[in-house]
């Protein structure tokens, strides 16, 4: 961003917000979470500005139910610790408070505040970390999408809307706030964002944005790994993972994440990426039906079909030797295929003890029961969900099926010696 850029987006003046009246739109009381409203109301009464904000407002307008409630404040963090007792504040870059109620339910609020600014003005500026607390319009501003910039009032049931957010949300578009290219540049991990949010809602990225996220998807590199890392984990889990991979294959970013992939899946009429798709069409499945999958299994379903086109070129003997050879052969070629986004280490070592035990199912014929030693392995678990979303079931080799007779070893008996010398004692 140059000098010039910069100045004109520090000295814009801040918009004037769209109030829409509780009679002109959807978003009602009883759709949003007692306690989030509990918080609301304090903070009103204690005469500070409480806003719900960000995705949970976009949720209830498309009447689907929010997974979290954020609230928005002008009060300080410490103001808001002190309203409640049931609270802690935490953060680094940017503090906020976290209010606990039963069951482990957070509710998180955070302070309005300012856009982060960039150190100087050249090409390879990321975006800092930046404390400057700010007015709802700055905090609008400073959001990545339009759609995810929207606020509820709880002083008069009204929406907030700085940015034509509820525009684009009806129209089904996903647009940047501000200028997408800069903004994108400035942090590149609002390329995900864009893309999770294009394929979770089936709205249609506008023009500027998908340039954006086109040209900025390679400063990806530029990011924390751990963000990125945590980005594409919950792309993978949100429950919409099935049209993620083909919006990220068309826009190009699933090979800047993962470039291993791209011999795989990048040809248009991939087959191994469609079939990817279909595995990660039952991984949405079983999450709508309530089932919590853990990473490895989420990202075992990813790389599965690039795995098993890899073994081609490997042969693996029937019986024991084959299955000593598959653990063996997943453990060398998963964790490369996986490098680029520098998972955790547990999280890998995880996805290849399950990805290993898959080798029980290519035997021909199956065997009626596993051993014993891999059901009773910690990470059995996973490895059924695995074998569900290859639409196997390994769970029943372990229930079901006599148990494999094997034969008794007898204890050979030892003859005794005679005594080599002297009398027998009387």
Not at 19 to 35: E, G, L
Not at 292 to 314: G, I, K
Not at 388 to 412: Q, S, T, W
């Amino acid at each position: 961003m140059n000098q010039e850029e910069q100045t004109i987006q520090n000295e814009a003046p801040a918009p004037e917000p769209r109030i829409i009246p509780r009679a002109q739109h959807n978003v009602s009381r009883k759709h949003i979470d007692p306690d989030a409203l509990k918080v609301l109301y304090r903070l009103h009464n204690h005469g500070f500005t409480a806003y719900l904000v960000g995705g949970s407002v976009r949720d209830l307008l498309l009447e689907r139910r929010p997974k979290d409630f954020d609230v928005g404040t002008d009060a300080r963090p410490s103001q808001v610790h002190r309203l409640f007792r049931n609270s802690r504040v935490i953060g680094r870059r940017f503090r906020l408070v976290q209010v606990f109620f039963r069951g482990g339910k957070v509710i998180e609020v955070s302070t309005f505040r300012k856009s982060a600014d960039v150190n100087g003005g050249g090409d390879d500026d990321v975006l800092q970390a930046n404390n400057t607390f700010g007015t709802p319009a700055e905090d609008a501003l400073r959001r990545d999408l339009t759609i995810n910039a929207l606020f509820y009032n709880i002083a008069d049931y009204s929406l907030v809307d700085y940015v034509d957010g509820l525009r684009d949300l009806q129209a089904g578009l996903i647009r940047s706030v501000g200028q997408a290219d800069l903004r994108f540049h400035r942090d590149p991990v609002r390329v995900l964002r864009a893309v999770r949010h294009a394929a979770r809602t089936d709205f249609k990225l506008t023009e500027d944005t998908l340039a954006a996220v086109q040209k900025r998807g390679a400063e990806l590199g530029c990011c924390p790994s751990s963000r990125v890392r945590d980005e594409l984990m919950r792309d993978l889990k949100g429950g919409s993972a099935c049209s993620w991979l083909e919006l990220a294959h068309e826009t190009g970013v699933l090979y800047n994440l993962l470039p291993t992939l791209k011999p795989y899946y990048g040809a248009e009429d991939s087959h191994l990426r469609r079939a990817a798709a279909k595995l990660l069409s039952r991984v949405d499945a079983m999450i709508a039906k309530g089932a919590a999958l853990s990473d490895p299994v989420s990202l075992a379903a990813l790389f599965w079909p690039a795995l098993e086109e890899a073994a081609l070129e490997e042969e693996f003997p029937a019986g024991r030797a084959g299955h000593s050879r598959w653990a063996f052969f997943v453990r060398e070629t998963l964790p490369p295929l996986a490098k680029p986004v520098q998972f955790a280490k547990r999280v890998l070592e995880r996805a290849c003890q399950i990805g290993a035990v898959m080798g029980f199912l290519r035997d021909d014929p199956p065997l009626a029961r596993l051993p014993k030693k891999v059901t009773e392995k910690g990470y059995f678990a996973d490895a059924c969900q695995l074998a569900e979303v290859l639409g196997r079931d390994l769970a029943a080799r372990a229930e079901d099926g006599p148990a494999k007779k094997g034969r008794k070893r007898r204890r050979k008996r030892r003859k005794k010696r005679p005594n080599s010398g002297g009398s027998s004692p009387t």
